[in-house]
């Protein structure tokens, strides 16, 4: 982590200089989601988010930037959350009884509960939620099918590490991703 943050800060100077406004940032540790292309992709660990917003803050502080920053305790638990397995329900389920609500307000979240849940979790949670998926691994989510299929997730996994665009939904399509057949074509080309 934290390899990104000096090209956000020389952008954010640049966008500032030319324009001369004032500006307000907004950094948010990345998440990779089920269903997408980066299903597979690492996470930052929390450690390694603060490791990289914090220099970004520090380095914009008093410079015309305003940073504001998604909590990276919040973001491993929107991972655990959203990349995990049964053993994460029973997680939130623990919390829950605990008192856990409105989880994903900043000022609501009891950080303290949370963390001790995770600490008794009985395994690595921080490490499983942030860890890469190997492509050809079984994930959690794959019982769920949404159209997409995961070979052609996984090639827009490769063409996103190598910086290659995909061009958009057609009717005449060069990267068929699995969702249309039958009734479901795209409605307009895009100009």
Known sequence: GGAETPAIVDFL????????????ANISPFIPKPHTAFQWAAQ???????DSILPAKRELAGRGVKVRYHAPFLALLEGMISRGDERVGELVWKAFR????FDSWEDLVQRDLWRRVLDEAGWDVEAQ??????????LPWDGVQLGVSKPFLRR????????????????????PCGVC????KPRAEVA
């Open 156 to 175: 827009e996994y490769r063409r996103a590490l190598a910086g290659e665009l995909t061009g958009p939904c057609a009717a005449a399509c060069a990267q």
């Open 181 to 184: 057949a039958g009734e479901v």
């Open 13 to 24: 100077l640049e966008v500032r200089k030319r324009s001369r406004m004032e500006l307000a």
């Open 98 to 101: 605990q008192g856990a609500r």
């Open 129 to 138: 939620t942030c860890r890469p998926r190997d492509a050809e691994e079984p």
């Open 44 to 50: 930052l660990t929390e450690a390694q988010a603060v």
